[in-house]
Protein backbone atom coordinates (compact mmCIF):
# COMPACT_ATOMS: atom_id res chain seq x y z
CA UNK A 1 0.00 0.00 0.00
CA UNK A 2 1.45 3.56 -0.85
CA UNK A 3 2.41 5.73 2.32
CA UNK A 4 0.44 8.43 3.05
CA UNK A 5 1.44 11.39 1.22
CA UNK A 6 1.28 14.56 3.73
CA UNK A 7 0.48 17.90 2.16
CA UNK A 8 0.33 21.20 2.53
CA UNK A 9 -2.87 23.51 2.74
CA UNK A 10 -3.27 26.12 -0.22
CA UNK A 11 -3.89 29.38 1.04
CA UNK A 12 -1.52 32.11 -0.06
CA UNK A 13 -3.39 34.65 -2.23
CA UNK A 14 -0.94 36.65 -4.65
CA UNK A 15 -0.53 39.85 -2.94
CA UNK A 16 0.94 37.80 -0.08
CA UNK A 17 3.21 35.42 -2.22
CA UNK A 18 4.52 39.13 -3.44
CA UNK A 19 4.94 39.98 -0.36
CA UNK A 20 6.78 36.73 0.82
CA UNK A 21 9.54 37.24 -1.79
CA UNK A 22 9.80 41.26 -1.51
CA UNK A 23 10.05 41.40 2.44
CA UNK A 24 12.65 38.39 1.84
CA UNK A 25 14.92 40.02 -0.73
CA UNK A 26 14.58 43.84 1.24
CA UNK A 27 15.93 43.59 4.96
CA UNK A 28 18.32 45.87 7.18
CA UNK A 29 20.94 46.02 4.22
CA UNK A 30 18.79 48.67 2.33
CA UNK A 31 18.82 50.62 5.88
CA UNK A 32 21.76 50.27 7.37
CA UNK A 33 24.18 49.93 4.31
CA UNK A 34 23.73 52.96 1.85
CA UNK A 35 26.87 54.54 2.96
CA UNK A 36 29.17 51.47 3.04
CA UNK A 37 28.09 51.09 -0.50
CA UNK A 38 28.46 54.36 -1.58
CA UNK A 39 31.88 54.53 -0.32
CA UNK A 40 32.43 51.17 -2.81
CA UNK A 41 30.96 52.84 -5.82
CA UNK A 42 29.74 56.10 -5.17
CA UNK A 43 25.58 57.09 -5.34
CA UNK A 44 25.00 56.39 -9.37
CA UNK A 45 27.56 53.63 -8.98
CA UNK A 46 25.36 51.98 -6.42
CA UNK A 47 22.34 52.51 -7.97
CA UNK A 48 23.51 51.19 -11.71
CA UNK A 49 25.13 48.09 -10.20
CA UNK A 50 21.97 47.13 -7.93
CA UNK A 51 19.46 47.57 -11.13
CA UNK A 52 21.90 45.18 -14.01
CA UNK A 53 22.15 43.03 -10.75
CA UNK A 54 18.05 43.02 -10.60
CA UNK A 55 17.77 42.57 -14.47
CA UNK A 56 20.65 39.72 -14.34
CA UNK A 57 18.37 37.97 -11.50
CA UNK A 58 15.43 38.41 -13.65
CA UNK A 59 16.69 35.91 -15.86
CA UNK A 60 17.48 33.49 -12.79
CA UNK A 61 13.73 34.61 -11.72
CA UNK A 62 12.08 33.71 -14.90
CA UNK A 63 13.66 30.51 -15.06
CA UNK A 64 12.47 30.17 -12.07
CA UNK A 65 8.65 30.91 -12.79
CA UNK A 66 8.87 29.02 -15.44
CA UNK A 67 9.36 25.89 -13.20
CA UNK A 68 7.15 26.80 -10.54
CA UNK A 69 4.45 26.88 -13.76
CA UNK A 70 4.96 23.38 -14.75
CA UNK A 71 5.62 22.26 -11.04
CA UNK A 72 3.69 24.09 -8.58
CA UNK A 73 5.20 22.22 -5.61
CA UNK A 74 7.17 22.92 -2.26
CA UNK A 75 10.88 21.87 -2.30
CA UNK A 76 11.97 24.67 -5.06
CA UNK A 77 15.40 23.62 -5.97
CA UNK A 78 15.39 20.32 -4.26
CA UNK A 79 12.64 19.32 -6.42
CA UNK A 80 13.77 20.64 -9.43
CA UNK A 81 17.16 19.17 -9.53
CA UNK A 82 15.72 15.76 -8.80
CA UNK A 83 13.95 16.00 -11.81
CA UNK A 84 16.68 16.96 -13.73
CA UNK A 85 19.42 15.38 -12.67
CA UNK A 86 18.49 13.28 -9.93
CA UNK A 87 18.35 12.22 -6.12
CA UNK A 88 21.69 13.29 -4.93
CA UNK A 89 21.77 16.34 -7.02
CA UNK A 90 19.04 17.34 -5.05
CA UNK A 91 20.23 16.38 -2.10
CA UNK A 92 23.51 18.18 -2.37
CA UNK A 93 21.68 21.48 -3.00
CA UNK A 94 18.83 20.73 -1.05
CA UNK A 95 20.98 20.56 2.24
CA UNK A 96 23.26 24.05 0.64
CA UNK A 97 19.88 25.70 0.88
CA UNK A 98 18.91 24.64 4.22
CA UNK A 99 21.99 26.23 5.35
CA UNK A 100 21.90 29.51 3.41
CA UNK A 101 17.72 30.08 4.42
CA UNK A 102 18.53 29.10 8.04
CA UNK A 103 21.85 31.68 8.27
CA UNK A 104 19.74 34.51 7.12
CA UNK A 105 16.96 33.41 9.85
CA UNK A 106 19.94 34.06 12.24
CA UNK A 107 21.49 37.30 10.80
CA UNK A 108 18.09 39.23 10.84
CA UNK A 109 17.44 38.42 14.46
CA UNK A 110 21.27 39.52 14.72
CA UNK A 111 20.22 42.64 12.86
CA UNK A 112 17.28 43.55 15.23
CA UNK A 113 19.57 43.32 18.52
CA UNK A 114 22.30 45.50 16.53
CA UNK A 115 19.30 48.36 15.89
CA UNK A 116 18.47 48.31 19.54
CA UNK A 117 22.77 48.77 19.82
CA UNK A 118 22.58 51.97 17.34
CA UNK A 119 19.57 53.48 19.04
CA UNK A 120 20.13 52.87 23.05
CA UNK A 121 23.69 50.72 23.13
CA UNK A 122 22.96 51.23 26.95
CA UNK A 123 19.74 49.12 26.75
CA UNK A 124 21.19 46.48 25.29
CA UNK A 125 25.40 46.18 26.38
CA UNK A 126 24.50 44.83 29.67
CA UNK A 127 26.08 41.38 30.73
CA UNK A 128 29.20 41.53 28.78
CA UNK A 129 30.08 38.19 28.49
CA UNK A 130 33.16 37.35 26.07
CA UNK A 131 34.53 38.42 22.66
CA UNK A 132 35.11 36.54 19.41
CA UNK A 133 36.83 37.60 16.90
CA UNK A 134 36.80 41.06 17.86
CA UNK A 135 33.39 41.07 18.97
CA UNK A 136 31.89 41.90 22.25
CA UNK A 137 29.08 39.69 23.02
CA UNK A 138 26.41 40.87 25.82
CA UNK A 139 23.97 38.95 27.19
CA UNK A 140 21.31 41.88 26.47
CA UNK A 141 22.18 41.72 22.66
CA UNK A 142 21.50 37.14 23.11
CA UNK A 143 18.58 37.74 24.95
CA UNK A 144 16.83 40.53 22.60
CA UNK A 145 18.03 38.35 19.17
CA UNK A 146 16.44 34.97 21.12
CA UNK A 147 13.21 36.56 21.64
CA UNK A 148 12.79 38.02 18.13
CA UNK A 149 13.53 34.29 16.84
CA UNK A 150 11.18 32.90 19.29
CA UNK A 151 8.34 35.22 18.61
CA UNK A 152 8.55 34.66 14.64
CA UNK A 153 9.49 30.95 15.15
CA UNK A 154 5.46 30.93 16.63
CA UNK A 155 3.81 33.37 14.88
CA UNK A 156 4.78 30.86 11.88
CA UNK A 157 3.43 27.91 13.75
CA UNK A 158 0.46 29.51 14.12
CA UNK A 159 -1.06 29.30 10.42
CA UNK A 160 0.52 30.04 7.22
CA UNK A 161 -2.47 32.00 6.40
CA UNK A 162 -2.02 34.58 9.31
CA UNK A 163 1.64 34.43 8.60
CA UNK A 164 1.63 35.48 5.27
CA UNK A 165 -1.20 38.61 5.34
CA UNK A 166 0.77 39.47 7.91
CA UNK A 167 4.10 39.64 6.27
CA UNK A 168 1.96 42.21 3.18
CA UNK A 169 0.96 44.27 6.33
CA UNK A 170 4.55 44.68 7.20
CA UNK A 171 5.71 45.29 3.95
CA UNK A 172 2.85 47.92 3.41
CA UNK A 173 3.99 49.38 6.58
CA UNK A 174 7.77 49.05 5.37
CA UNK A 175 6.94 51.49 1.88
CA UNK A 176 5.31 53.95 3.90
CA UNK A 177 7.48 54.73 6.48
CA UNK A 178 10.61 54.61 3.51
CA UNK A 179 8.79 56.83 1.25
CA UNK A 180 7.75 59.03 4.05
CA UNK A 181 11.65 59.30 5.53
CA UNK A 182 12.77 59.77 1.63
CA UNK A 183 10.18 62.13 0.59
CA UNK A 184 11.28 63.88 3.64
CA UNK A 185 15.17 63.93 3.17
CA UNK A 186 14.50 65.32 -0.32
CA UNK A 187 12.56 68.04 0.28
CA UNK A 188 14.36 69.21 2.78
CA UNK A 189 15.43 72.55 2.64
CA UNK A 190 19.02 71.68 4.45
CA UNK A 191 19.59 68.73 1.44
CA UNK A 192 20.59 69.24 -2.04
CA UNK A 193 20.41 67.00 -4.89
CA UNK A 194 24.21 68.41 -5.31
CA UNK A 195 25.68 66.11 -2.53
CA UNK A 196 25.40 63.28 -4.62
CA UNK A 197 27.88 64.58 -6.84
CA UNK A 198 30.18 62.77 -8.22
CA UNK A 199 28.14 60.24 -9.03
CA UNK A 200 30.53 57.78 -9.24
CA UNK A 201 33.75 57.11 -6.39
CA UNK A 202 36.71 58.98 -7.43
CA UNK A 203 39.95 57.19 -8.71
CA UNK A 204 38.15 54.00 -9.58
CA UNK A 205 37.34 52.94 -13.27
CA UNK A 206 33.16 53.19 -13.50
CA UNK A 207 32.89 49.85 -15.10
CA UNK A 208 35.34 48.40 -11.66
CA UNK A 209 32.89 50.30 -9.38
CA UNK A 210 29.55 49.21 -10.68
CA UNK A 211 30.95 45.77 -10.80
CA UNK A 212 31.81 45.80 -7.23
CA UNK A 213 28.05 46.30 -6.45
CA UNK A 214 26.57 43.87 -8.84
CA UNK A 215 29.16 41.26 -7.12
CA UNK A 216 26.96 42.03 -3.94
CA UNK A 217 23.62 41.52 -5.92
CA UNK A 218 23.13 37.93 -5.25
CA UNK A 219 23.08 39.00 -1.55
CA UNK A 220 20.96 42.22 -1.99
CA UNK A 221 17.71 40.26 -3.42
CA UNK A 222 18.28 37.05 -2.21
CA UNK A 223 14.84 36.01 -1.10
CA UNK A 224 12.78 36.36 -4.16
CA UNK A 225 13.04 32.67 -4.72
CA UNK A 226 11.46 31.78 -1.61
CA UNK A 227 8.05 31.92 -4.19
CA UNK A 228 8.98 28.02 -5.25
CA UNK A 229 9.06 27.04 -1.90
CA UNK A 230 5.52 27.94 -1.63
CA UNK A 231 4.36 27.19 -4.28
CA UNK A 232 2.16 23.98 -3.08
CA UNK A 233 0.22 26.41 -1.02
CA UNK A 234 -0.89 28.53 -3.96
CA UNK A 235 -4.58 29.26 -3.86
CA UNK A 236 -4.29 31.02 -7.78
CA UNK A 237 -2.66 30.17 -10.75
CA UNK A 238 1.48 28.59 -10.71
CA UNK A 239 1.43 30.81 -13.86
CA UNK A 240 1.23 34.00 -11.92
CA UNK A 241 4.81 33.28 -10.11
CA UNK A 242 6.81 34.72 -12.91
CA UNK A 243 4.99 37.91 -12.79
CA UNK A 244 5.11 37.87 -8.50
CA UNK A 245 8.95 37.51 -8.84
CA UNK A 246 9.71 40.17 -11.77
CA UNK A 247 7.84 42.36 -9.74
CA UNK A 248 9.39 41.77 -5.87
CA UNK A 249 12.92 42.54 -7.79
CA UNK A 250 11.51 45.71 -9.77
CA UNK A 251 10.14 46.98 -6.10
CA UNK A 252 13.11 46.13 -4.62
CA UNK A 253 15.27 47.57 -6.49
CA UNK A 254 13.61 50.66 -6.66
CA UNK A 255 13.32 51.06 -2.44
CA UNK A 256 17.44 50.37 -2.73
CA UNK A 257 17.48 53.29 -5.39
CA UNK A 258 15.76 55.70 -2.89
CA UNK A 259 17.30 54.72 0.24
CA UNK A 260 21.01 55.50 -1.70
CA UNK A 261 19.42 58.79 -2.54
CA UNK A 262 17.38 59.53 0.53
CA UNK A 263 21.46 59.20 2.37
CA UNK A 264 23.22 60.61 -0.06
CA UNK A 265 21.08 64.24 -0.48
CA UNK A 266 21.91 65.31 3.21
CA UNK A 267 25.20 66.04 2.93
CA UNK A 268 28.51 65.56 0.24
CA UNK A 269 28.46 61.68 0.25
CA UNK A 270 31.70 61.56 0.44
CA UNK A 271 32.26 63.17 3.76
CA UNK A 272 29.78 61.15 4.71
CA UNK A 273 31.34 57.98 3.80
CA UNK A 274 34.90 59.53 4.98
CA UNK A 275 33.50 60.01 8.61
CA UNK A 276 32.92 55.98 8.65
CA UNK A 277 29.68 56.46 10.59
CA UNK A 278 28.37 53.55 13.00
CA UNK A 279 25.14 53.91 10.68
CA UNK A 280 25.57 56.41 8.42
CA UNK A 281 21.44 56.45 7.21
CA UNK A 282 20.49 56.95 10.76
CA UNK A 283 22.94 59.79 11.45
CA UNK A 284 21.72 61.67 8.55
CA UNK A 285 17.52 61.73 8.87
CA UNK A 286 18.46 62.34 12.35
CA UNK A 287 20.55 65.30 11.49
CA UNK A 288 17.73 66.94 9.30
CA UNK A 289 14.32 64.92 10.36
CA UNK A 290 14.89 64.70 14.37
CA UNK A 291 13.54 62.43 16.15
CA UNK A 292 10.50 61.94 13.58
CA UNK A 293 12.12 61.18 11.05
CA UNK A 294 14.66 58.42 12.81
CA UNK A 295 11.58 56.83 14.37
CA UNK A 296 9.73 56.06 10.90
CA UNK A 297 13.61 54.85 9.67
CA UNK A 298 13.92 52.96 12.59
CA UNK A 299 9.97 51.18 12.22
CA UNK A 300 11.12 50.47 8.14
CA UNK A 301 14.28 49.17 9.45
CA UNK A 302 12.15 46.59 11.93
CA UNK A 303 9.76 45.59 9.43
CA UNK A 304 12.58 44.79 6.64
CA UNK A 305 14.20 42.64 9.86
CA UNK A 306 10.53 41.47 10.48
CA UNK A 307 9.75 40.15 6.96
CA UNK A 308 13.21 38.49 6.70
CA UNK A 309 12.07 36.64 9.71
CA UNK A 310 8.76 35.54 8.53
CA UNK A 311 9.95 35.01 4.57
CA UNK A 312 13.08 32.90 5.57
CA UNK A 313 11.16 30.59 8.16
CA UNK A 314 8.72 29.93 5.51
CA UNK A 315 11.28 28.79 3.00
CA UNK A 316 13.51 26.63 5.52
CA UNK A 317 10.68 25.24 6.85
CA UNK A 318 8.69 23.88 3.71
CA UNK A 319 12.13 22.97 2.15
CA UNK A 320 13.13 20.69 4.98
CA UNK A 321 9.33 19.25 4.60
CA UNK A 322 9.91 18.26 0.85
CA UNK A 323 13.18 16.71 1.81
CA UNK A 324 11.36 14.84 4.55
CA UNK A 325 8.50 14.14 2.19
CA UNK A 326 11.41 12.64 -0.14
CA UNK A 327 13.01 10.13 2.18
CA UNK A 328 15.72 12.19 1.91
CA UNK A 329 15.53 13.96 5.86
CA UNK A 330 13.91 12.05 8.80
CA UNK A 331 10.27 11.34 8.99
CA UNK A 332 9.39 13.82 11.97
CA UNK A 333 10.25 16.96 9.61
CA UNK A 334 7.40 16.30 7.16
CA UNK A 335 5.08 16.26 10.54
CA UNK A 336 2.09 18.69 10.28
CA UNK A 337 0.79 20.66 13.29
CA UNK A 338 -2.60 19.22 13.86
CA UNK A 339 -4.74 22.75 14.20
CA UNK A 340 -2.70 24.83 11.70
CA UNK A 341 -1.58 22.25 9.42
CA UNK A 342 1.90 24.10 9.11
CA UNK A 343 5.46 21.96 9.40
CA UNK A 344 5.76 22.78 13.26
CA UNK A 345 8.89 20.50 13.97
CA UNK A 346 10.86 22.07 11.02
CA UNK A 347 10.09 25.82 12.33
CA UNK A 348 11.22 24.58 15.77
CA UNK A 349 14.10 23.03 14.72
CA UNK A 350 15.33 26.44 12.98
CA UNK A 351 14.56 28.17 16.05
CA UNK A 352 16.91 26.05 17.83
CA UNK A 353 19.47 26.14 15.49
CA UNK A 354 19.64 30.29 15.04
CA UNK A 355 19.14 30.58 18.63
CA UNK A 356 23.00 29.68 18.88
CA UNK A 357 24.03 32.09 16.61
CA UNK A 358 23.60 34.90 19.02
CA UNK A 359 26.04 33.39 21.12
CA UNK A 360 29.01 33.90 18.61
CA UNK A 361 28.57 37.27 17.84
CA UNK A 362 28.07 38.64 14.88
CA UNK A 363 31.18 38.40 13.40
CA UNK A 364 31.41 35.08 13.22
CA UNK A 365 27.54 34.58 11.81
CA UNK A 366 28.83 36.66 9.15
CA UNK A 367 31.21 34.34 8.24
CA UNK A 368 28.52 31.44 8.28
CA UNK A 369 26.47 33.93 5.67
CA UNK A 370 29.10 34.72 3.83
CA UNK A 371 29.35 30.54 3.15
CA UNK A 372 25.55 30.32 2.79
CA UNK A 373 25.97 32.49 -0.24
CA UNK A 374 27.28 29.78 -1.73
CA UNK A 375 24.15 27.75 -1.12
CA UNK A 376 22.19 30.06 -2.85
CA UNK A 377 24.20 30.31 -5.61
CA UNK A 378 24.49 26.67 -6.14
CA UNK A 379 20.36 26.67 -5.94
CA UNK A 380 20.51 29.62 -8.64
CA UNK A 381 22.03 27.71 -11.27
CA UNK A 382 19.94 24.49 -10.36
CA UNK A 383 17.07 26.60 -11.35
CA UNK A 384 18.21 27.67 -14.91
CA UNK A 385 19.75 24.70 -15.52
CA UNK A 386 16.90 22.85 -15.16
CA UNK A 387 14.67 25.02 -16.99
CA UNK A 388 17.16 24.81 -19.72
CA UNK A 389 16.67 21.12 -19.72
CA UNK A 390 12.41 22.19 -19.63
CA UNK A 391 12.39 23.66 -23.36
CA UNK A 392 13.87 22.64 -26.62
CA UNK A 393 14.86 24.68 -29.57
CA UNK A 394 13.14 23.30 -32.22
CA UNK A 395 11.00 20.91 -33.14
CA UNK A 396 13.65 18.58 -34.95
CA UNK A 397 16.13 19.43 -32.24
CA UNK A 398 17.44 16.41 -29.25
CA UNK A 399 15.23 16.57 -26.76
CA UNK A 400 15.57 14.95 -22.96
CA UNK A 401 13.17 13.12 -21.05
CA UNK A 402 12.14 16.60 -18.95
CA UNK A 403 11.86 18.74 -22.04
CA UNK A 404 7.75 19.68 -22.29
CA UNK A 405 7.29 22.29 -24.68
CA UNK A 406 9.64 24.28 -27.88
CA UNK A 407 10.43 27.60 -26.40
CA UNK A 408 13.80 28.87 -27.64
CA UNK A 409 13.41 32.45 -26.12
CA UNK A 410 12.75 30.66 -22.73
CA UNK A 411 15.97 27.94 -23.39
CA UNK A 412 18.20 31.36 -24.31
CA UNK A 413 17.25 33.37 -20.88
CA UNK A 414 17.30 30.08 -18.78
CA UNK A 415 20.94 29.94 -20.34
CA UNK A 416 21.92 33.20 -19.47
CA UNK A 417 20.49 33.20 -16.14
CA UNK A 418 23.41 29.76 -16.26
CA UNK A 419 26.02 31.60 -17.23
CA UNK A 420 25.24 34.46 -14.51
CA UNK A 421 25.11 32.53 -11.98
CA UNK A 422 28.05 30.58 -12.36
CA UNK A 423 29.79 33.73 -12.57
CA UNK A 424 28.45 34.95 -8.91
CA UNK A 425 29.41 31.04 -7.60
CA UNK A 426 32.64 32.28 -8.66
CA UNK A 427 33.46 35.40 -7.33
CA UNK A 428 32.71 33.40 -4.00
CA UNK A 429 35.38 30.82 -4.78
CA UNK A 430 37.78 32.17 -7.46
CA UNK A 431 40.99 33.59 -5.38
CA UNK A 432 41.44 37.25 -6.04
CA UNK A 433 37.70 37.54 -7.11
CA UNK A 434 35.79 40.72 -5.29
CA UNK A 435 33.80 38.35 -2.61
CA UNK A 436 36.22 35.49 -2.35
CA UNK A 437 35.56 33.62 0.62
CA UNK A 438 37.36 34.11 4.01
CA UNK A 439 39.26 31.52 5.86
CA UNK A 440 36.74 30.95 8.95
CA UNK A 441 34.05 30.79 5.25
CA UNK A 442 35.86 27.86 4.26
CA UNK A 443 35.60 26.53 7.63
CA UNK A 444 32.42 26.45 8.26
CA UNK A 445 30.95 25.44 4.36
CA UNK A 446 33.14 22.32 5.09
CA UNK A 447 31.74 21.94 8.42
CA UNK A 448 28.55 22.13 6.80
CA UNK A 449 28.94 19.92 3.98
CA UNK A 450 30.41 17.26 6.70
CA UNK A 451 27.42 17.31 8.60
CA UNK A 452 25.64 16.57 5.34
CA UNK A 453 27.41 13.91 4.30
CA UNK A 454 27.09 12.38 7.68
CA UNK A 455 22.92 13.07 7.22
CA UNK A 456 23.19 11.14 3.80
CA UNK A 457 25.75 8.39 4.86
CA UNK A 458 22.37 8.02 7.63
CA UNK A 459 19.23 8.80 6.02
CA UNK A 460 20.55 8.24 2.49
CA UNK A 461 19.19 4.48 2.53
CA UNK A 462 15.72 5.03 2.46
CA UNK A 463 15.85 7.93 -0.20
CA UNK A 464 17.81 5.98 -2.44
CA UNK A 465 16.24 2.36 -2.33
CA UNK A 466 12.65 4.36 -3.09
CA UNK A 467 11.64 2.90 -6.42
CA UNK A 468 11.35 6.36 -8.77
CA UNK A 469 7.72 5.90 -9.44
CA UNK A 470 6.97 6.22 -5.41
CA UNK A 471 9.39 9.24 -5.05
CA UNK A 472 7.62 11.02 -8.10
CA UNK A 473 4.47 10.40 -6.15
CA UNK A 474 5.73 11.41 -2.75
CA UNK A 475 7.81 14.43 -4.35
CA UNK A 476 5.30 15.86 -6.92
CA UNK A 477 1.64 14.32 -6.19
CA UNK A 478 -0.03 11.76 -8.22
CA UNK A 479 -1.33 14.21 -11.08
CA UNK A 480 2.24 15.67 -11.74
CA UNK A 481 3.92 12.07 -11.07
CA UNK A 482 2.40 11.33 -14.10
CA UNK A 483 3.79 13.46 -16.33
CA UNK A 484 7.38 13.21 -14.51
CA UNK A 485 10.31 12.05 -16.77
CA UNK A 486 10.39 8.00 -17.15
CA UNK A 487 14.43 8.61 -16.03
CA UNK A 488 16.42 11.52 -14.44
CA UNK A 489 18.72 13.01 -16.89
CA UNK A 490 22.37 11.78 -16.64
CA UNK A 491 24.76 14.36 -16.48
CA UNK A 492 25.91 15.76 -19.95
CA UNK A 493 24.39 18.27 -22.19
CA UNK A 494 23.95 20.77 -19.46
CA UNK A 495 23.96 24.22 -20.75
CA UNK A 496 27.57 25.09 -22.26
CA UNK A 497 29.49 27.59 -21.42
Given at each position: ????????????????????????????????????????????????????????????????????????????????????????????????????????????????????????????????????????????????????????????????????????????????????????????????????????????????????????????????????????????????????????????????????????????????????????????????????????????????????????????????????????????????????????????????????????????????????????SVAFIYYCAVAYRLFGWSATGRRGPL???????????????????????????????????????????????????????????????????????????????????????????????
Amino acid sequence: MPEERAQLTKCFKPHWVWAIAFGSAIGWGSFVLPAEWMGMAGPMGVILGLWIGALILSLVGLSTGYLVKAYPVTGGAFTYSYLAFGRKHAFFCGWFLIMGYGAIIALNASAFALLFKFLWPHAVEIGLLYSVAGWDVYLGEVVLASLILVAFAWLNIRGADSTAQTQFYFCVILLVAAGGVALGMVTSPQSALGNLSPAFKPGLPTWSAVGAIVAISPWAYVGFDTVPQAAEEFNFSPAKATFLILAALAVAATHYSVMIIATGVAMPWTELVAQKPLWGTGQVVSGLLGTLGLSALALALCMGIFTGLIGFYISCSRLMFAMSRAKALPPVFSRLHGKYCTPYVNILFACAFCLLAPWFGRSVLLWIVDMSAVGISVAFIYYCAVAYRLFGWSATGRRGPLCTEIAPVKKLVALLGFVFSLGFLGLLLIPGAPGFLDGPAWIALLCWAALGLVFYLVFGRRYLDTPKAELDRLILGDELAQSAPSAQIQPGPVPAV
